[in-house]
């Protein structure tokens, strides 16, 4: 039997036996040898470099550093980088595909999460259920048993921006609901739409026909802002923007303006900056819903993270290649 390939923790240490608990640590090592004490933080730290010579592949998480030509001509082994987390993009360099180094995601387990929250925020702000809750804060009155006219999922158009695996993840969930999504997304084509069951909008024509809009969209030079105030005010009264995605895709003075009139709700996971600042208005703004960026992996969800990149090994050491492959040639477009 061939020895297993070394293998290599780059990440914040503190983060390996969250991600990595007992069980998938021991399923890792049914593929890879891998020292879970032994963590690279640091490419140039000495105590990790004789291991690093030899490592063929890496197991990176949050807070891996940069994989620029030092790191790689000090890992001349390295054949594959599997990440436990979502984006590549922190610290993947160009001189990685350039040596030809297969790179693996877990961000597709990551997607689930993410996809769970805003389900669940889509169905609590189609019964106005957070605005409720702070009107009965408030008033300590229960307002009695008449209909509340203008709430409620029955019907409700849910406009899902961006067919990421996160946004997919999402229109898989809304399928048992009896919810009416749309999508908009440039790279998708109309068939491709159909495949997914949803018909495919303009941008401008999902906000405006839409209760619902929620931003699944990477953050790029193009998508900066790609939800301003010219798009706010095509949005219908009493519209609700999730954001789950980055806060760079919003223009939050815009949006503020906006919140002001009282005509929109938004529920926000990431902002612009992250954190905000302790005198930001979406803090006080009562039909603003900030959350502390915790819609993806948290707690017993990590380990599938971890999991996924055991699995990931366990195919790549028998020869099967890799599930979920990044593609350098997409990744300018992906989170």
């Known amino acids: 039997m061939p020895e297993r390939p070394q293998a290599l923790f780059a990440m914040t240490a ?4 969250q991600v990595f608990p007992p069980q998938v640590l021991a399923q890792l090592r049914e593929s890879v040898r891998i020292d879970p004490t032994r963590v690279a933080q640091d490419f140039t730290d000495p105590r990790v470099r004789d291991t690093l010579a030899r490592t063929e592949i890496l197991v990176t998480g949050w807070g891996c550093p940069r994989l620029d030509a030092a790191a790689l001509d000090a890992a001349p082994e390295l054949r594959a980088v599997l990440h436990s987390a979502g984006s590549v993009k922190g610290f993947v360099t160009p001189e990685v595909w350039r040596r ?25 702000a189609g019964k106005e259920v957070l605005a409720a809750r702070d009107r009965l804060r408030t008033e300590r009155a229960f307002p009695g048993w008449e209909f509340v006219p203008g709430i409620g999922n029955h019907g409700r158009r849910v406009g899902v921006v961006g067919a990421s695996r996160i946004g997919r993840r999402l229109l898989d969930l809304l399928r048992p609901f009896e919810l009416r999504p749309g999508l908009t997304d440039p790279y998708v084509t109309e068939a491709q739409a159909a495949a997914l069951g949803v018909p495919l909008l303009p941008l401008d024509d999902l906000l405006r026909t839409s209760d619902i809009v929620t931003l699944h969209a990477p953050e790029t030079p193009e998508t900066r802002h790609l939800i301003g105030r010219r798009e706010l005010a095509l949005m219908p009264d009493g519209a609700v923007l999730i954001n789950t995605a980055r806060g760079g895709l919003v223009d939050h003075e815009a949006l503020i303006a906006e919140l002001r009139t009282g005509r929109l709700s938004a529920v926000l996971d990431v902002t612009d900056p992250e954190p905000l600042p302790a005198d930001s208005p979406l803090y006080d703004l009562p039909n603003a819903f900030v959350t502390p960026h915790l819609a993806g992996s948290q707690g017993n969800e990590v380990a599938r993270l971890g999991r996924t990149v055991a699995e990931e090994a366990a195919r790549w050491v028998a020869g099967e290649g890799l599930a979920y492959g990044v593609d350098p040639a997409a990744l300018e477009r992906e989170a």
Do not use: H
Not at 14 to 17: C, G
């Open 14 to 17: 503190q983060n390996v036996p």
């Open 100 to 124: 030809g180094i297969a790179v693996s995601s877990a961000a597709a387990a990551n997607a689930i999460p993410v996809a769970e929250y805003t389900l669940a925020m889509i169905l609590l």
